[in-house]
């Protein structure tokens, strides 16, 4: 072998154990968000198994919660003092799909699991209650409590515009849908006088008048930050 392919030799072995290996970037894309809306405020995870996925996937969590207290004239005798308890605490899991490739419009849904929620509403007097010929004394009112319950685990349809994973490193995007929780169930206790009156047994009537009310729209905002290049 001669000396100039000997040297030849040299160099392209030397170049090759210097030269920078060429890493290529992760098919699968992830990213960190910030959710805000009539579910409440909370944060997400999104997911998409490739760039420009027409199906990509989040996993979220809100909070939304209520409890002041408040005062309801029953009549100019009358007044209820109501103190609510609402809290909503919803773990939400999304599949978005995307049927134009250059468009962020995209088709959702999924489910829902409600975490320890709480929907119910205390309720007492301090003037008592007067109605026609019915009056129930401040101290003899008692306590009235009321609790609604609707699925614990509740789907969901939707749409919006916006990626789970955003193509620039800070993505924003919102989503508008419906939740469906099912017929509510009521929880109905009374003491006092009021617990010798036939409206417990007016309870299943009740549930009955509100079987409509088993959809949550809502609507949702997100930012968005891609975690991977």
């Known amino acids: 072998m ?14 090759s154990a210097f030269a920078t290996p060429t890493i290529d970037p992760p098919s699968r894309k992830f990213s960190l968000g910030l959710l805000g809306g009539t579910l409440g405020y909370g944060a997400e995870v999104g997911y998409s198994p490739r760039e420009r996925s027409n199906w990509q996937f989040r996993l979220g969590f809100t909070h939304v919660g ?14 209820l003092h109501l103190s609510p308890l609402v809290r909503m605490n919803l773990l939400q899991v999304h599949a978005d799909w995307f049927p134009f490739s250059r468009s962020s419009f995209h088709l959702t849904g999924g489910l829902g699991y409600q975490v320890n929620p709480s929907y119910a ?5 301090d003037t008592g209650l007067i109605l026609d010929d019915i009056e129930i004394k401040p101290e003899d009112f008692g306590n009235v409590e009321l609790q609604l319950r609707w699925w614990q685990v509740t789907p969901h349809l939707g749409l919006g515009v916006g990626r789970a994973v955003p193509k620039n ?3 924003v995007g919102f989503e508008l849908g419906c939740y469906y929780l099912g017929s509510p169930k009521i929880d109905f206790s009374t003491t006092g006088l009021l617990d010798a009156t036939t409206l417990p047994d007016q309870i299943p009537q009740i549930e009955h008048n509100m079987r409509n009310y088993s959809f949550l729209p809502y609507l949702l905002f997100s930012l968005k930050y891609r975690l991977t290049p």
Not at 2 to 15: A, D, I, K, N, Q
Not at 66 to 79: C, R
Request: with cysteine; proline share 3%; aromatic share 6%.
């Open 66 to 79: 209520y409890k002041k207290p408040f005062d309801v004239d029953v009549n100019d005798d009358s007044k």
């Open 169 to 171: 490193r800070i993505g």
């Open 2 to 15: 001669s000396t100039r392919l000997l040297v030849l030799l040299l160099c392209t072995v030397g170049m």
């Open 121 to 125: 509403v205390l309720g007492t007097s």
